[in-house]
């Protein structure tokens, strides 16, 4: 069964170090996201992405970070400079419709994010 | 605001105890009523998508069921690998997802 994937499962970092967390997303899926659950809380929506460009944000989703799909399988969110409060569970997840259709989203088990 | 209630936060059941999961919403525009499960450290998993109210979906122990303000999640006759936390989560427009803070059950045996 195809799944989304994510390296790595955990990523430590220093404050103020720039990271880039991967996923490849369900291969015939058009709409990719990334989310963050802070530990203890919710899951909170940062970003969708569909067509190579942005298609929604979030308030957390701040000139600090970034997304990209470098090539054909990988999607990407960028922290450029790490601060305590990013230290959280990433997931990436991607569904197969596009804009304005409600479909399922599928997740990956998560990038663990440790800021010191 | 948009806004996603579940509730208990927290269910002990024994096992083969049966027992309902609340998820109540505000939203403009209802687009889709989604349940996951969630187990420590991993990623949510998909149980059902609901989009109108009076829709019903089961899946062995679980039954998913939806009105116009809340959704139930029925566990049948839990058994302890049931034990998660469930998550519901709402789409109101556009691709966002709003998730509640979730369930967490434990099934004893």
């Known amino acids: 069964e195809p799944e989304v994937t994510q390296t790595p499962s955990h990523q430590v970092t220093q404050m103020g170090q720039e990271v880039i967390l991967r996923c490849v997303p369900i291969s015939n899926h058009l709409y990719f996201y990334w989310y963050r659950q802070i530990l203890g809380q919710k899951v909170e929506f940062l970003v969708s992405?569909?067509?190579?460009?942005?298609?929604?944000k979030s308030e957390i989703f701040d000139d600090q970070f970034s997304v990209e799909r470098p090539d054909g399988s990988n999607f990407t969110l960028k922290i450029r400079s790490t601060k305590l409060e990013d230290s959280a569970m990433y997931f990436c997840a991607s569904s197969v419709t596009g804009t304005g259709v409600t479909d399922t989203q599928y997740f990956g088990p998560g990038t663990r994010l440790t800021v010191l | 605001e948009d806004q996603v209630t579940q509730s208990p936060e927290a269910l002990r059941l024994q096992e083969g105890e049966s027992s309902s999961l609340n998820c109540s919403y505000t939203?403009?525009?209802?687009?889709?009523l989604f349940w996951y499960r969630q187990d420590p450290g991993k990623g949510p998993e998909f149980l059902f998508t609901l989009y109108s109210a009076g829709e019903e979906k089961e899946k062995e122990r679980l039954k998913a069921t939806l009105t116009k303000k809340e959704s139930f999640l029925h566990i049948t006759a839990p058994k302890p690998e049931d034990s998660a936390t469930y998550l519901c989560?709402?789409?109101?427009?556009?691709?966002?997802?709003?998730f509640g803070t979730g369930t967490s059950l434990t099934v004893i045996p």
């Open positions: 989560a709402v789409q109101a427009y556009g691709n966002q997802f709003y």
């Open positions: 939203v403009s525009g209802l687009r889709g």
């Open positions: 992405f569909y067509n190579n460009e942005i298609s929604e």
